[in-house]
T-cell receptor, first 111, second 116 residues
Framework: RKEVEQDPGPFNVPEGATVAFNCTYSNSASQSFFWYRQDCRKEPKLLMSVYSSGNEDGRFTAQLNRASQYISLLIRDSKLSDSATYLCVVRITGGSYIPTFGRGTSLIVHP | EAGVAQSPRYKIIEKRQSVAFWCNPISGHATLYWYQQILGQGPKLLIQFQNNGVVDDSQLPKDRFSAERLKGVDSTLKIQPAKLEDSAVYLC??????????????FGPGTRLTVT
């Protein structure tokens, strides 16, 4: 079983749609969680951190469920510019905070 | 603020040849990471440095890959000899600290390696 699992998609949605991605992690010692965005042939960039209480940034909402060991990303009112790959990142405690990336979920927003 | 710099941007070599990649992190960032990203997959951490010490290199194929971060600033990643399966994008990232987990990683543009 992989440490961090994501549905690769692609998720193909029309503009204005709401779309949600999940990411599951296997190591219960995981302490820090993030969503990164990667555009085609570009480097990943931080989209948002995921806190225990959940957090929202405009159209984006991230949630953490420690009991079930998953994090989620909700995008409301999708824009064409949201088309990208969304990478889930989990950092394990133990003094080193080693980051582990999921394979990413591809989102395509069409007119 | 200048970002993470990497060179070269592209490299094509034949199998069994050697190659080296260079990374200059954001000024003041103590933690430096090297990732390998194969097409269609997420970045895989190869090695993480805290200043000039190695924090984790458990996924670095040490029979052929080596990395160093002399003086705790720039870093080089070397592959010797290269195999076809090493074809990938090699990403360098830096963050302000690795002591606490909640620090953003800033990525360079990557080096796209093709091994023929």
């Amino acid at each position: 079983r992989k440490e961090v699992e994501q549905d690769p998609g692609p998720f193909n949605v029309p503009e204005g749609a709401t779309v949600a991605f999940n990411c599951t992690y296997s190591n219960s010692a995981s302490q820090s969680f993030f969503w990164y965005r990667q555009d085609c042939r570009k480097e990943p960039k931080l989209l948002m951190s995921v806190y225990s209480s959940g957090n929202e940034d405009g159209r984006f909402t991230a949630q953490l469920n420690r009991a079930s060991q998953y994090i989620s990303l909700l995008i409301r009112d999708s824009k064409l510019s949201d088309s990208a790959t969304y990478l889930c990142v989990v950092r394990i405690t133990g003094g080193s905070y080693i980051p582990t990336f999921g394979r990413g979920t591809s989102l395509i927003v069409h007119p | 603020e200048a970002g993470v710099a990497q060179s070269p941007r592209y490299k094509i070599i034949e199998k069994r040849q050697s190659v080296a990649f260079w990374c200059n992190p954001i000024s003041g960032h103590a933690t430096l990471y090297w990732y390998q990203q194969i097409l269609g997959q997420g970045p895989k951490l190869l090695i993480q440095f805290q200043n000039n010490g190695v924090v984790d290199d458990s996924q670095l194929p040490k029979d052929r890959f080596s990395a160093e971060r002399l003086k705790g600033v720039d870093s080089t990643l070397k592959i010797q000899p290269a195999k076809l399966e090493d074809s990938a994008v090699y990403l360098c990232a830096s963050s302000s600290s690795g002591v606490a987990g909640d620090y953003e990683q800033y990525f360079g543009p990557g080096t796209r390696l093709t091994v023929t």
